[in-house]
């Protein structure tokens, strides 16, 4: 993209994948994330896709900036009162990530539960030469019961798929949902009964400091020997080292992460040695059609901004569910 001075002036972090540079050529004029520290002249907008950090240090180097954008719906990377203390809107893409978001945790739930992961590896090893009935036996979803932290878009898509598993769904949220409740059968409880009485545990909810640190030792021990916790959520809700002891040491059965704190893990972290561990690398909204509506709804909330227009899809005060 050849620069030009009369177009607007977005610092974007990236790479940005080509449906999102086919979106943004000739209507800005893009620059790298570097400009944030205020050494490139006037920066007009902010295109986040990576999660970086936009805090009010950085809001305050960047006196006319006229928009955040972010690619996908979490912005717990994002110091969101400082944005509109400044005036500055953020805009992000609610309800587009919902349902792959929702595959990805059903996904990790399955190959986690029947221990899809290990089996592919033992299956194309040599150590492979006969079937034998008694061997990696796994867990049965169908007729299991399945506790949901965080009944939001996400959340209310997971406990959808698991009506088709004739699952007994189980859910804890900021407050209850009892129209949701009505139409799809679910049961609101108590964090610690959740954490008791279910055999899957999927975490929905978003980064908030209130979440933060929510799986942790003490909660671990709550859950079942036999149970699998799943987390398509941020990965900072899961205190690692926990997990990493839990796992070890039986006191939960396995886990499937979207998401890890941090991200990506160190290569040498001892979780990725677990056999019980099914982690992938943050592909919860990763399909085609989804990461194009993601583009698609970015891009138009970035381009608002710049022309002083209302946000398509701004951010409410409150933290949305994860990308």
Known sequence: ??????????????????????LLSDRVELLPWDATDGGM?????????????????????LPGLRVVSNYGVGIDHIDLGAAMDRGIPVGNTPGVLDGATADMGFALLLATARRLVEGDRYARSAAFTRYDPGYMLGREVHGSTLGIVGMGRIGEKVARRAIGFDMTVL???CRPRPQVEDELGLRYVGFEELLAASDFVVLCV?????????????????????????????????????????????????????????????RDHPLLGLENVVISPHLGSAT??????????????????????????????????RS
């Open 41 to 61: 002249g006037r920066v007009d907008g902010l295109y986040t896709y990576g999660h970086p950090t936009v805090d009010a240090a950085m809001l305050d180097r």
């Open 288 to 321: 085609d059609r989804t990461r194009l509506r993601m583009a698609e709804g970015s891009v138009a909330n970035l381009i608002a901004g710049l022309a002083g227009k209302p946000l398509p899809c701004p951010v409410a005060a409150r933290p949305p569910e």
């Open 1 to 22: 993209m050849e620069l030009n001075r009369n177009l607007p002036r977005v610092a974007a972090d990236g790479p940005l994948d080509s449906t999102v540079m086919g």
């Open 206 to 266: 978003p980064l908030t400091d209130r979440t933060r640190g929510l799986i942790n030792a003490s909660s671990l021990k709550r859950m079942k020997a036999s149970a699998v916790l799943v987390n398509i959520a941020r990965g900072p809700v899961v205190v690692t080292d926990d997990l990493l002891d839990a796992l070890r040491s039986g006191t939960i059965a396995a886990a499937g992460l979207d998401v890890t704190d941090p991200e990506p893990l160190p």
């Open 171 to 173: 859910y804890h949220n």
